[in-house]
């Protein structure tokens, strides 16, 4: 193992080496310069994968960044990691799990597949389901969006429309996974990767599952609305910001906002008035005034698809 470790070290160097861990039960104990052996390969461990989030970062122990020795590649090891928890959005409480069985489906289902990242499972010495993940060669999404240098104006008619089109393709990525019974279940703009070679969207992180008898893909379809407005709006635009910005605009009122989280702006031509009747009439259906929201992918698709045509015209 120190001469797999000799030959294949990040030039980073590691000074001194750990243990080795066939089983990755006690995940927390797993750090910087032991190695993960599971299915016939070895891991050197390189630290725990941070989630950013609101200017701040959270360790997620239970996901390490590691070198495969006998490649030298780099790969993202999750360890399994199961939870219960309560998700709280706007006024709904969600029951929610984290499933690693879960996980490592939807990584068979969509092995090849470019709108997803890519991966294998193995279990561990322990059983424990251990998913060996490539790195997305991209950039999030919401941050591409945030880096653009351009007023609104300029950004919605010649830089949005490509943004859609590549939005609409990976709502079906979604549907895709929907069709197969699967879920998402996490759909967020830090979600969705932006491949720098083609510039095609592809989703991350699939280990979130939910209890919604009613409805089992609502709260994608939300996620996708949620998306949505941001590459709308180019940002996220709040009661309260817009009041600061502009004391004397545009009158915005709860109805106006988004039926989960009630100081989002989703009726966006009361702040863009360019913005089209069909792409807003999309928009508002995420409204707390909506009375109708969306329960499949196709129905979004629907109203959303002819909104390219209308955006070419302008």
Known sequence: ??????????????????????????????????????????????????????????????????????????????????????????????????SAAKEARILRLVEGDPRFMQGKSYRDARGNIVRVLERVAGRRLDLNVEDIHADHR??????????????VR????????????????????DHLYVDHASGEYCWIDFDYGFDAAENPFGLDLFGL???????????????????????????????????FFRHRIVNLRKLFPYVPEDLNRVLMHYSSASEVYYETVPELLADLEPCLDTLRRL
């Open 1 to 98: 193992m120190r001469a797999l470790v000799e030959r294949f070290k990040p030039p980073v160097g590691v000074s001194s080496y750990g243990s080795v861990f066939t089983d990755t039960t006690e995940f927390m104990s797993i750090t910087y310069g032991d190695v993960i052996s599971v299915g016939g390969r070895h891991y050197l461990v390189m630290g725990d994968e941070r989630e950013r989030r609101f200017g701040m970062e959270d360790p997620k122990f239970w996901v390490k960044r590691c070198v495969e020795l006998e490649s030298g590649q780099y790969r993202i090891l999750k360890l399994e990691f199961a939870e219960t928890f309560d998700q709280h959005i706007g006024p709904l409480t969600i029951p929610c799990h984290r």
């Open 225 to 259: 609305g949620n998306i949505l407005a941001f590459i709308t709006g180019k940002g996220v635009h709040t009661i309260q910001d817009r009041a600061q910005a502009d004391p004397a605009g545009p009158d915005v009122s709860e109805a106006d906002c988004a039926l």
């Open 170 to 189: 990976a709502c079906k990525a979604i549907h895709f996974l929907h069709e197969n019974g699967e879920t998402h279940g996490d759909i967020r703009r």
């Open 154 to 167: 300029t950004y919605f008619h010649e830089i949005y429309p490509g943004i859609l089109e590549r939005f």
